[in-house]
Structure formats: C-alpha cells, structure tokens
C-alpha cells in the first residue's frame, strides 16, 4: 500500500511540476479554463494509480523487444513480488513498512475527521441563520438567467441573519446564501457567478482536491496545488461568465469584484465564493487583458501538455506485478518482469508440490531435476575456489508442538562445495501434524 501511495505522490509531483513549467512557457497560449481543467488532471494523478496502464504498455513494450527465453522454461515469476496465502514472512523492514503506513493512515483519517467537522460545524451554522430571500427582483434576474446560461436545477437562494459574502455551500443540494448589501442591477452577476460555479461542478471538485490534501498530507506540493485549484477555480469562473458579454458588462462585472475585494475574512470550506480575498486584483488584471488566443497556439498548448501526461503515465511501469501462490502450486508467470526472476523449469509438469514434500533436511536445496541437497560443511565451502551455480529453491523445515511450517525461498547452490544461497521468500506451507 505505501509502494502506491508514495507512486501516486511521485507522479502527481512530477506532473504538477510540469505542469507549472507549461503554464509559464505557454501563459499567452492557454485560457484560464485551459489551465483549469489541466490542473484537475494534476489532482487525478494523486489520487489515481497509473498501474491500471501497466499491463498494455508491457505488452506494447513486448512487440518491440524481444526476451530470451530458457527453453526447458515453462515460465518466468518475479519473486520480488510474489503474495503468499496463510503465514507472511515478516523481516524487519516489512514490519518497518507496516508501522510507517499505519502512522500515515491514522494521520490522514484525523486530517480528514478535522475537516469533516470543521465544514459540518459551518454548515449547520449557516443553515440555522438562513431566511427567505425577499428581493423583489429575484424572479426577473432567474428569468434572465435562464436566457443567459442553461441549468436544470434551481438552486435555493437565501439570505443570512448575519452580513456575509455571497457564496454557495453544498455539493448535491447547493445552497447560494446571498449577500444582503448589493448595488441595484448587480444580483444578476452575482447569481450567475454562483450558477457558473455550480454548473462547471466547482465544488466537487474542491471536495476531491480536500480529499486529495488529506491522503498526502505529508507532500508539502500538495498544498501549493490546493491554493492553485482554489485561485483557479475563479478565474476559470469569471471567463465563463463575461463569455460573448459587451465592454460595458464587462466592467459592471469588473465593478461588483472591486466593491468585494474587502471580503474574504470568512473562509467556508468545501464552498464557492463571489469573493477571492487579495486576488481580486489579478482577476481584475486577467479581465482587463483578456484576448482571443488562435485555434493553432490553443492546439499545440494542449499537444505538449498531453505528452506531459503520457510520460507521467510511463510510471505504470514502476508498480509492482503481483502474482498469487496458492498453497504450494506456483501459478506461473506469462510475462517476463524486470530483475529478481526465477525459472520454473519442469516444476509445473512433475508437480512442484511433491518436491516440496520431500523433507530429508531442516535445511536443504531441491534442484531443477527435483534432487535433494544438505547445506554443505564450512569446510567444503571455504575449499571451494571455482563455484559452479545451479538454479533451485531452498527450504527451510521449522516443526513446533502443533504441526511444521515449511519455507521455500527463491535459491541458488554451487554444484561443487555445496554453499547455498537465499533469495526471496516463495511461499509458506504449514502441515498439522506435521508428516516429516
């Protein structure tokens, strides 16, 4: 588990990096909604593997490389990753691994119970301060509203007993509590900011990039790209709203940001606000500078930015294969992995478990023809200058009170003074009684 979880936060690093590098080189090229959407894909890398791409780019990488292959082999199993059904073999830097994502777990629940209560605290206190929206002109502004922009669901509009900032709370039921103290012809904006925002599913994605900050709570990158996805998801915002609007209401938009700029000393979480505290100005300057970008300049924007992601995806490569040993049959492998594999020679055919059986030492080597080795003397091993490797398992027999636990490991053994030696644990095998 902490294997993926420390892949995801490499890769969505990674990626943010980039990402950071092609909104500068590409800042005349994009839109604010550009960069917007790429910075999601940013914040579905953390929290989605690549390891679902590595089986295709394996056998895509296959047509183009050609393996050798031993030809008394019936396949290939990477031992480094091999789960063993019943007893797991626990050496220190497994018990090591387990203690460090049992830690990182019950940080990130409490980072997440935190917010959770925090929002659920807010929520309900607004909730209680709510009152009817009276304003005579709501009607005529929804009607307008829906000539403007389409929307399925009329959100509730409120006001609040207390003088607050127009934002919207909730994800499935929005909730838009609107400010009490407005200029007159200005709660059309208002509005139509906040239904921008609800229809562009701005708040979902918040929730998810909450999510996101409390499953890597240790990557300080993460919370640089949350305050990135809470900036842009105005920007984004205020370009759909001013879309194939005139100079004039452009700046009757401009207006109503410039009277909000005092806002933001009321932060509501998992919500969007009219309001965004000290960057009023830079989307004031973005509105001001605004100018049609070129289909080529767009198109070639998004060109380099997929091949961002596509090298970012190459990480699917780096998740571990896991094969599964059932009892004492190895399922055998069909593709070739990188490092630590061992060959299964004529196991699958003479059945592997009928060797495995065959206990005659508490330490022994079981070779490819299935012949049955003790550990060698000191003596034979310090006599030996020359070794001649042959390929096999090692087991290890352990007998208790109840029965015996058999061990086989990935091994190797020199045909001339004997030396054995240990690879990676295969698989356990426990017997009651013990039959040996």
């Not at 393996?67 to 290939?76: F, R, T």
């Not at 959770?116 to 807010?122: C, E, G, M, S």
């Not at 001013?242 to 700029?261: F, H, P, S, V, W």
């Given at each position: 588990m902490m294997g993926y979880l420390f892949l995801m936060t490499s890769a969505g690093s990674a990626l943010y990096i980039g990402y950071l590098l092609w909104a500068r080189i590409f800042r005349e090229s994009t839109t604010q909604c550009m960069?917007?959407?790429?910075?999601?894909?940013?914040?579905?890398?953390?929290?989605?593997?690549?390891?679902?791409?590595?089986?295709?780019?394996?056998r895509i990488m296959s047509v183009f490389m050609?393996?050798?292959?031993?030809?008394?082999?019936?396949?290939?199993?990477?031992?480094?990753?091999?789960?063993?059904?019943?007893?797991?073999?626990q050496t220190k830097e497994y018990r090591l691994l387990l203690l460090m994502t049992l830690i990182w777990f019950m940080i990130a629940m409490l980072f997440l119970l935190i917010r959770?209560?925090?929002?659920?605290?807010?929520s309900h206190s607004f909730h209680g301060l709510a009152i009817k929206c009276e304003d005579k002109n709501l009607e005529q502004t929804l009607k307008g509203l829906r000539e403007t922009i389409r929307f399925k669901h009329m959100p509730e509009i409120a006001w609040t007993r207390v003088d607050n900032k127009t934002f919207t709370l909730g994800a499935v039921k929005p909730i838009i509590y609107l400010q009490k103290k407005y200029v007159e012809g200005d709660l059309y904006w208002i509005l139509k900011h906040e239904m921008v925002h609800i229809i562009g599913?701005?708040?979902?994605?918040?929730?998810?990039?909450e999510f996101?900050?409390?499953?890597?709570?240790?990557?300080?990158?993460?919370?640089?790209?949350e305050s990135e996805i809470k900036y842009l998801s105005e920007t984004p915002c205020d370009e759909r709203v001013?879309?194939?609007?005139?100079?004039?209401?452009?700046?009757?938009?401009?207006?109503?940001?410039?009277?909000?700029?005092s806002g933001g000393k009321q932060k509501i979480p998992f919500s969007s606000a009219l309001e965004g505290g000290n960057e009023i100005d830079r989307r004031i300057a973005l509105m001001r500078q605004r100018k049609k970008i070129g289909h080529r300049e767009k198109a070639m924007a998004i060109g380099v930015f997929a091949f961002l992601v596509f090298l970012n995806s190459l990480t699917a490569l780096a998740y571990p294969k896991i094969y599964h040993v059932k009892e004492t049959m190895i399922e055998v492998a069909k593709d070739s992995m990188d490092g630590g594999n061992f060959w299964i020679y004529d196991y699958a055919k003479d059945g592997y478990g009928t060797y495995t059986d065959a206990v005659?030492?508490?330490?022994?080597?079981?070779?490819?023809?299935?012949?049955?080795?003790?550990v060698a003397s000191k003596k034979e091993q310090e006599a030996c200058t020359k070794h001649e490797i042959v390929p096999g398992v090692v087991q290890i027999h352990k007998k208790d009170s109840q029965g015996c636990t058999l061990e086989t490991y990935d091994g190797t053994r020199c045909s001339e003074c004997?030396?054995?030696?240990?690879g990676d644990l295969l698989y356990i095998t426990n017997k009651m009684p013990c039959p040996h």
């Open positions: 960069k917007y959407r790429a910075l999601m894909i940013v914040m579905f890398a953390y929290v989605v593997p690549w390891a679902w791409l590595g089986g295709t780019y394996r050609l393996d050798e292959v031993n030809a008394g082999a019936n396949g290939v199993v990477d031992v480094a990753n091999i789960e063993t059904k019943g007893a797991a073999y959770t209560i925090k929002f659920l605290k807010r599913r701005d708040i979902w994605v918040k929730l998810l990039m996101v900050c409390c499953l890597h709570w240790f990557n300080p990158l993460i919370y640089f790209l001013l879309k194939g609007c005139t100079d004039m209401e452009c700046q009757a938009y401009i207006d109503l940001l410039d009277r909000n700029r005659l030492y508490n330490e022994q080597f079981v070779d490819k023809d299935g012949h049955i080795h003790q004997g030396n054995m030696w240990k």
